[in-house]
């Protein structure tokens, strides 16, 4: 690749502070009503970036699935409503440089649309993306490629064209299985091939 001709994003803790503000206190919240208890940093770590189905099929296997995520969403909006959606550090100025350069993003996140929406909304970056993606939409999440191969659809780019960014694990496999340059936004020591490891948004700004 000489020069990216799109950006794609994961959402969740790539851009906005909401994994373990949001995601994961509405999970261990809904799972502490069936007796099983778990910190919202275990859910994190383990399961940041899995579409939420997953994570109750294995966590709470003898319950309905989809009962579990109604519920979190339920408890997802109620938060959403009642305190601010803050964005990471240099999330703003990496969005707006890449903008400002007229390349096209998208969002290709395991959360439904309607919360992608709510989290542009609220930080007030909806303006600044092309194309949403929601796993919701395809048939296999993360770490499948599907959704950031429906988000560069969506921008009308080739996958080898785009830059992928994700914080999970999960979405790094999904954006190196997608033949996208992928950075792996994290402080963990290990390794995905094929992923590079950022520890910080600043050091895609290139007047960092």
Not at 57 to 66: C, Q, T, W
Request: net charge negative; hydrophobic share 40%; charged share 25%.
């Amino acid at each position: 690749m000489t020069k990216p001709e799109a950006y794609i994003f994961d959402l969740d803790c790539t851009l906005v502070r909401t994994q373990s503000e949001f995601h994961a206190v509405a999970e261990v919240e809904v799972l502490k009503k069936y007796g099983i208890s778990l910190t919202a940093d275990s859910i994190s770590e383990r399961f940041s970036g899995v579409h939420t189905l997953e994570v109750f099929k294995e966590l709470a296997p003898s319950h309905d699935p989809h009962k579990l995520l109604k519920n979190k969403w339920e408890i997802m909006y109620s938060m959403a409503a009642q305190k601010p959606i803050e964005l990471l550090s240099f999330a703003e100025e990496l969005v707006r440089e890449l903008r400002n350069q007229n390349i096209p993003l998208a969002i290709a996140s395991a959360s439904p649309l309607e919360w992608i929406r709510t989290c542009l909304g609220k930080t007030g970056l909806e303006s600044l993306f092309n194309g949403l993606a929601s796993a919701d939409e395809v048939a296999h999440g993360k770490p499948e490629p599907d959704v950031f191969l429906l988000a560069a659809k969506r921008l009308n780019v080739q996958p080898e064209n785009c830059i992928a960014i994700d914080d999970g694990r999960a979405g790094a496999i999904a954006g190196v299985r997608a033949n996208m340059k992928t950075f792996w936004l994290t402080q963990n020591s290990d390794i995905i091939s094929g992923a590079i490891k950022i520890s910080s948004l600043k050091e895609l700004i290139s007047n960092k």
